[in-house]
């Protein structure tokens, strides 16, 4: 189902794909955390890049991350973004799919831990702090050397072409 909702988005699930769980609460920090993603991309032209919106707020722009990941989409034209409203479970097999994941995000933080799915943490908020000291982890600075240092070290292997392990 994960892998379906993927493919929805128009992600090629030949290739490694990096789920990305932004948020707009912070906007500087969000500007950052995009430039940064949009340099990664630049970056890595194998990857799919494909925002999960964790948070589909109908009223508050800042908190609907789809609002934002067109934002973004505007910019770099091959960002995939799952723009269907999907079950948890299935957002959760998802995370499964993917090589790696980009998350501010709290659950998408979650998420990936759960799927066993390399993370590249920005924190924006205490809670994700808190999350990752519990977690024995780091946030990644919303820099793009950063950023793309952390998610080639997340890629390692699967960085190459190659066809995607199965979602569990």
Not at 21 to 48: F, K
Not at 149 to 154: I, P, R, S, T, V
Request: glycine share 6%; charged share 20%; aromatic share 4%.
């Amino acid at each position: 189902a994960g892998r379906a909702l993927l493919a929805t988005a128009g992600v090629d699930l030949q290739r490694p794909i990096v789920g990305l769980a932004l948020t707009g609460m912070r906007p500087e920090l969000a500007r950052a955390a995009y430039s940064a993603v949009a340099a990664a991309m630049d970056a890595m032209p194998e990857v799919e890049f494909c925002v999960i919106p964790m948070s589909r707020h109908p009223s508050v722009p800042e908190h609907d991350d789809l609002v934002l990941a067109r934002q973004l989409r505007a910019a770099r034209a091959r960002l995939r973004v799952v723009e269907e409203l999907a079950h948890p479970a299935t957002v959760l097999s998802a995370f499964g799919a993917l090589a790696a994941a980009v998350s501010m995000r709290y659950h998408g933080m979650l998420f990936a831990d759960r799927a066993g799915t390399p993370l590249v943490p920005i924190a924006y908020a205490e809670k994700n702090v808190r999350w990752l000291r519990d977690h024995e982890r780091v946030a990644v600075p919303a820099e793009p050397g950063a950023v793309i240092a952390a998610l080639e070290a997340a890629l390692g292997p699967t960085r190459r072409l190659e066809p995607m392990r199965a979602a569990s």
